[in-house]
């Protein structure tokens, strides 16, 4: 695999503040051309066959998703799960300097990456997508703290139009409050004292090769796909090594991988 040494394999200090301070930082063109083409075949192929651990859109319920698999549209897929498992250029990815070094800025020296959370080729299809409410990622993970990274590569174009990811800058430094929260633990909309909350959402426009970097408790959303084409994105969890998983929860359950 190509690197991109123009690039860098870090953030410089000012990119890992506005890290730290917004909770999200999108690094532009990072990833290599051929890497792209390569991991848009695989979506392009298990798309099309329904190969492997697939989750649906109609299994969710999330507004805009058919009702049921068997209703029209009912096998549209929103995530094809265990990416990591479906081809070795996803493995050859995560253990990227490019990445690594990225990530241990962030995190530490040692890296982790789950293989239960994320790990995943996230899709909107045109039609039948969803809406994906304001939430945190960490509302159903259990490790010993909520410092983990995602990182979200973009296949292909990411905008407003076809359902790019939104993010509440600043919202990793502040406690989630439960009366602000539903019950699924998605951020109320109707609330009044969540309007200035609301307020501030950004919408994160991506090409393809772009990654966003955003800490899991950055609390972010998207809406439906409303364009005639796929949107898909590579989306990884990492963590530090010292922050483990809770043993008894669904985050102890798989192996990992340790990446430095």
């Known amino acids: 695999m190509t ?12 990119e890992v503040e506005a ?23 695989i979506a392009q ?38 990416a990591i498992s479906r081809d070795p250029v996803f493995v050859r990815l995560v253990k990227e300097p490019f ?26 299809q045109p039609r039948f997508s969803s809406d994906t409410g304001w939430h945190q990622d960490t509302r ?36 989630a409050q439960r009366d602000r929260l539903d019950d699924a633990l998605f951020l109320r909309t109707d609330l009044e004292k969540n309007q200035p909350l609301l307020a501030r959402a950004v919408p994160v426009e991506l090409h393809s090769g772009d990654v966003l970097f955003f800490h899991a408790h950055c609390f972010h959303a998207a809406t ?13 969890t990492f963590r530090s090594l010292d922050n483990r998983p809770i043993a008894g929860t669904k985050s102890a359950q798989w192996p990992e991988l340790l990446l430095s």
């Not at 409303?226 to 949107?231: A, D, F, R």
Request: hydrophobic share 35%; net charge neutral; charged share 20%.
């Open 19 to 41: 890290f730290h301070g917004d909770g999200y930082f999108v690094v532009r063109s990072l990833i290599p051309t051929a890497c792209i083409n390569a991991m848009k075949r």
């Open 224 to 236: 439906r796909n409303y364009s005639p084409e796929s949107k898909q994105s590579v989306v990884f």
């Open 3 to 14: 690197h991109l040494k123009f690039l860098g394999t870090e953030f410089t200090q000012t």
């Open 140 to 175: 159903y993970w259990n490790f010993t703290t909520g410092d983990l990274v995602n990182i979200w590569i973009a296949l292909g174009e990411e905008n407003p139009h076809n359902g790019c990811l939104r993010v509440l800058p600043g919202t990793h430094l502040e406690p």
């Open 99 to 124: 990445l690594v070094n990225r990530l241990q800025q962030l995190l530490g020296p040692h890296i982790v990456m789950p293989l239960i959370h994320h790990n995943c080729i996230m899709t909107k």
């Open 45 to 82: 192929r298990d798309l099309a066959t329904h190969q492997g651990d697939i989750e649906y859109e109609a299994e969710l319920s999330y507004p805009g998703a058919p009702e049921s698999l068997d209703a029209e549209g009912g096998r549209t897929a929103r995530r094809l799960r265990q």
